[in-house]
Nanobody, 113 residues
Framework: QVQVVESGGGLVQPGGSLRLSCAASGTIFSPNTMGWYRQAPGKEREVVATISSVGTTNYEDSVKGRFTISRDSRTVSLQMNSLKPDDTAVYYC?????????WGQGTQVTVSS
């Protein structure tokens, strides 16, 4: 079973930057997809960005041009620039392939002045 652990959340002012990281442990099989999701208070969890094991990326429309996802075989990062108050949420890392769908515990990102 693959486990994932996030790090890097925190409090940042509007317009600032944060970098989230996630490390996967256990047996990794390809193909797989790693990604970031977020859940704001009172809202459903939504996808932010995903990246496949061959490097194919997808972004939610509101983060295009501001967020960049990258990865190697076991880690995935999310560089978040030009942060807005609407980006405030708990951010979750996800790893999935045919046999696994693993979630991290979440890391809080708060964008506020």
């Amino acid at each position: 079973q693959v486990q994932v652990v996030e790090s890097g959340g925190g409090l940042v002012q509007p317009g600032g930057s944060l970098r989230l990281s996630c490390a996967a442990s256990g047996t990794i099989f390809s193909p797989n997809t790693m990604g970031w999701y977020r859940q704001a208070p009172g809202k459903e969890r939504e996808v932010v960005a995903t990246i496949s094991s061959v490097g194919t990326t997808n972004y939610e429309d509101s983060v295009k041009g501001r967020f960049t996802i990258s990865r190697d075989s076991r880690t995935v990062s999310l560089q978040m620039n030009s942060l807005k108050p609407d980006d405030t949420a708990v951010y979750y890392c996800n790893y999935r392939n045919t046999w696994n769908n693993s979630w991290g515990q979440g890391t809080q990102v708060t964008v506020s002045s």
